[in-house]
């Protein structure tokens, strides 16, 4: 299976995956469950799975991404993991914090600040 | 051809767009592409395009998906007047309807991680008005092309 399926780049960095979303826009109803799929795939190859989600290239985002987020942090706890979150533009962090989901995610400013918060 | 009545049984005014399309995701992102084009045409600041934007997605999904189950056979009735001041848009579905208040508030500590319930939030933070009618079959929002909107947004 290759490390960097449709919609995702994924880069190893020591034991973190660092996961870019590849389309510059959306995490929509219609691209969300193929994300899921590929980032599940992702979860399953792993044991322990650390995951930096780095959503510089997202600008715009619904509930169903936010629905799959949680979804794939849940996982992540499942598996003893841990998720970040990183380089979100104002307009997207106020989606999270709107939903208040800034309380549940770990969300860090930069890739370098996020890599750095792993435990 | 297909017509469209008004929320109130009446035709809608001229200037509107209307829309009837069968419960298809793919139907629905090309209305949203043909709306938004009308917004950008009436030069809506980028806070207001983005809500607008969110907020169209989220009650299309809402009328293909939820209200109408993703059957075919079942329209979704979309109307939209966009003017240099506002945008107007209402969505009817053809499902079993809800009732708004039952909806449970995603942001409290115990919903958190809900995985669904989070649309009708933003729908009603991103626009100035969000009304429910014909029993949750039909919603009706209001963005004004200005600065800040609706009451749940964060203090900035």
Known sequence: MSESPARLNVTPHKDIAVVEFTENKILDEMSVSEIERALAALLEARDRPKILLDFANVDHLTSAALGMLININNRIKQQNGQLRLANIRPQIMEVFMITKLNRLFRILGTRAEALANFE | ?156
């Open chain 2, 1 to 156: 051809m297909q017509t469209f009545t008004g929320r109130d049984g009446r035709a809608p005014l001229d200037d509107s767009l209307r829309f009837i399309i069968p419960s298809d995701y793919y139907e629905g992102r090309a209305i949203q592409k043909r709306i938004l084009e009308e917004v950008e045409k009436h030069h809506f600041n980028e806070e207001a395009t983005f809500a607008i934007k969110l907020a169209l997605e989220e009650a299309l999904i809402n009328a293909i998906k939820h209200g109408n189950k993703l059957d075919r056979t079942k329209k979704v009735r979309i109307q939209a007047r966009v003017t240099d001041e506002e945008a107007e848009i209402t969505i009817e579905d053809e499902g079993p309807g809800f009732e708004r208040t039952s909806v449970p508030d995603p942001t409290t500590e115990e919903n958190l991680e809900r995985l669904h319930g989070r649309g009708i939030l933003l729908m009603e933070a991103y626009m100035h008005i969000v009304t429910w009618s014909n029993r949750g079959r039909r919603v009706r929002m209001v963005r004004r092309n200005n600065g800040l909107a609706g009451d749940n947004r964060p203090p900035a």
